[in-house]
C-alpha cells in the first residue's frame, strides 16, 4: 500500500533528518524532494502545492524543541499536515433512522457489488440488520453476483429478477425491510460513466425516493487524480457524503487518497485492502499518514488481531504450551489462527518500518513455506500429530508424497517441531522454579 510514495519520502527525510537548523532556504530545498514525491504518486498538483506551502510556514515559524532533532521536528510537521490532509478523524456512516438507506454509486469497475457485500459484513458484526438491494438492472449477472455474496456472507439480498424499473424495486425493497426487521438497506447501483447522464438522472430519481442517510462513492484507488475528478462529478449531481476507495492494496502511489478530501471536501469512510471480505476497514487517517511514513499501524494491526483470535482459545493454548503439551494439532490451529491477521506482507506493512524490511525481506517465500508446513501436517493422521515420535522412515515417506512436498521438508518440519517443544518445556520448568521462589529471579541470573 502506497509503497512508492512511502520509498520516495523515506529518500526525501533522510536529507530532512540531517537539518542542523530550521531556515528558509534549507527547508525550501529538502521539501522539493517532498513535493515530487506527491506529484510523482497523482496527487493533484494544487494540492501539493498547497500541502508544501503549509508545512513550510509552519517549520519556519516553529518554536524549535531543545529536545527535539530539527529535521525530526519537521517531519512531524509533514506528519500532522498529512492527517489533515487525508481528513484529520475517521468519519462514521450515519445510521440514526430505522431503516437507513446506503446508495452505492460510482464508475463501472470500480467495485460497487464486491464493497456493498463487504459493509453488510461489516455492519452485521456490529449488530445491525442489512439487506442488500440488487438496483443494478444493466450489467450481466450483476443480481447474482450480488446473491451469492450474500449466501457467503449470511446476508440477506433483495432481488428482482427480470424486472428493469429500479424505483419499483426500491419501493418493494422499503416494504420487505420494514416487514422483516431489516434496519440499514445498501442500494447496489449499476456502475455508469460521467458522461451518461440518463443514468446519473436515474440515481436522483432513486436518491429521492429513498432518502438514504449516505450516498457512498466507491473509486478505484489505482486510478490516482482522475478519482477525484469523478468524485466531483457525482457529487455535484447527488451531494454523496463519502467515499469507499477500493483496491488500496494494490495501489503504491496513493494521489486519489491524498487528493479527494482537499478537492472535494468528502471524507473517506471506508477502504478495501484486499479482495477477502473482511479486508475491508474503516479508514482512519492518523493511521494511515503513518503507514505512508513508514511509521507503521500497529493500532490497526491489534485490532485485527483481537478479531481473529478467540481469547479462551489462547489462554488454553498458553496453558499447553506453559505444561510442555504442544502437539502438531496446536502448531497447526497456530498457523492458520496467523493466516487470518491477512498475507506476511500486509502484517509487516503495519509494523515501523515495515516498508524498509519489505524491500529486503522475501515474504513470498515465507508464505509457502507456511503452506507446505500446513500440508505437511493435514498429510499426517490424528495419531501421528499427537504423537509425532511414531513417525518412522515409511510413515514420512507417506506424507511427503501425500503432500507434495519431499522427506527432508519433512523432517525439516518435525526437526523445528521438536525444538520449539523442548523450548516450550524449559520455559515451563523455568516458570515452575519462578513461583516456588516467589517470583524473584536469582541474583546470578539477573
Request: glycine share 4%; charged share 30%.
Given at each position: 500500500m502506497f509503497d512508492s510514495l512511502s520509498s520516495?519520502?523515506?529518500?526525501?527525510?533522510?536529507?530532512?533528518?540531517g537539518l542542523g537548523k530550521?531556515?528558509?532556504?534549507?527547508v525550501s530545498d529538502s521539501l522539493r524532494d517532498v513535493r515530487m514525491a506527491l506529484?510523482?504518486?497523482?496527487?493533484?498538483?494544487?494540492?501539493?502545492?498547497?500541502?508544501?506551502?503549509r508545512v513550510k510556514q509552519q517549520a519556519i515559524g516553529a518554536q524549535v524543541i531543545q529536545s527535539i532533532h530539527p529535521g525530526q521536528q519537521v517531519i512531524k510537521i509533514i506528519h500532522d499536515e498529512l492527517v489533515a490532509l487525508l481528513g484529520s478523524e475517521n468519519a462514521s456512516l450515519t445510521l440514526d433512522a430505522s431503516p437507513s438507506s446506503i446508495m452505492m454509486v460510482g464508475l463501472h469497475g470500480s467495485g460497487k457489488t464486491t464493497s456493498s457485500g463487504k459493509l453488510a459484513r461489516l455492519l452485521q458484526k456490529q449488530g445491525r440488520a442489512p439487506l442488500l438491494v440488487a438496483c443494478d438492472v444493466y450489467r450481466p449477472a450483476a443480481m447474482e453476483q450480488l446473491e451469492t455474496l450474500g449466501k457467503q456472507l449470511d446476508v440477506p439480498v433483495?432481488?428482482?429478477?427480470?424486472?428493469?424499473?429500479?424505483?419499483?424495486?426500491?419501493?418493494?425493497?422499503?416494504?420487505?425491510?420494514?416487514?422483516?426487521?431489516?434496519?440499514?438497506?445498501?442500494?447496489?447501483?449499476?456502475?455508469?460513466?460521467?458522461?451518461?447522464?440518463?443514468l446519473v438522472q436515474e440515481l436522483v430519481r432513486l436518491r429521492d425516493l429513498v432518502k438514504p442517510r449516505e450516498i457512498l462513492l466507491v473509486l478505484d484507488a489505482a486510478t490516482g487524480q482522475e478519482a477525484v475528478n469523478v468524485a466531483t462529478h457525482f457529487d455535484k449531481a447527488l451531494n454523496i457524503t463519502g467515499a469507499i476507495l477500493t483496491k488500496l492494496d494494490g495501489d503504491a502511489r496513493g494521489g486519489a487518497a491524498l487528493s479527494l478530501k482537499?478537492?472535494?471536501?468528502?471524507?473517506?469512510?471506508?477502504?478495501?485492502?484486499?479482495?477477502?471480505?473482511?479486508?475491508?476497514?474503516?479508514?482512519?487517517?492518523?493511521?494511515?499518514?503513518?503507514r505512508i511514513l513508514g511509521m507503521g499501524d500497529v493500532v490497526s494491526l491489534v485490532e485485527r488481531a483481537a478479531e481473529a483470535v478467540d481469547l479462551d482459545d489462547a489462554k488454553r493454548m498458553e496453558e499447553k504450551m506453559r505444561k510442555g503439551l504442544f502437539t502438531l494439532d496446536d502448531f497447526l490451529d497456530q498457523l492458520r489462527q496467523m493466516k487470518k491477521l491477512g498475507s506476511l506482507e500486509s502484517i509487516v506493512g503495519m509494523l515501523p518500518g515495515g516498508s524498509e524490511m519489505l524491500k529486503t525481506a522475501d515474504l513470498g517465500k515465507s508464505e509457502r513455506e507456511f503452506?507446505?508446513?500446513e500440508g505437511i501436517i493435514c498429510g499426517m493422521t490424528r495419531q501421528e500429530r499427537s504423537?509425532?515420535?511414531?513417525?518412522?522412515?515409511?510413515r514420512r515417506q507417506r506424507i511427503a508424497k501425500g503432500s507434495g512436498v519431499t522427506v527432508t521438508e519433512v523432517n525439516s518440519l518435525l526437526n523445528r517441531f521438536g525444538q520449539m517443544q523442548q523450548m516450550m518445556k524449559q520455559m515451563g520448568k523455568f516458570q515452575k522454579m519462578m513461583s516456588k521462589m516467589g517470583g524473584v529471579m536469582p541474583r546470578g541470573m539477573r
Open positions: 520516495k519520502l523515506q529518500n526525501a527525510f533522510k536529507n530532512l533528518r530550521i531556515s528558509d532556504s534549507n506529484l510523482d504518486a497523482d496527487v493533484n498538483f494544487k494540492v501539493a502545492r498547497d500541502f508544501i506551502e433483495f432481488l428482482r429478477k427480470g424486472e428493469t424499473d429500479v424505483l419499483k424495486i426500491a419501493r418493494e425493497a422499503l416494504e420487505f425491510a420494514s416487514a422483516n426487521q431489516r434496519n440499514v438497506l445498501i442500494f447496489d447501483t449499476a456502475g455508469r460513466l460521467q458522461i451518461d447522464e440518463p482537499a478537492v472535494t471536501g468528502k471524507p473517506i469512510k471506508f477502504a478495501g485492502v484486499g479482495e477477502k471480505s473482511d479486508e475491508f476497514e474503516p479508514f482512519h487517517p492518523e493511521r494511515m499518514a503513518s503452506r507446505r508446513m504423537h509425532p515420535q511414531i513417525l518412522n522412515a515409511r
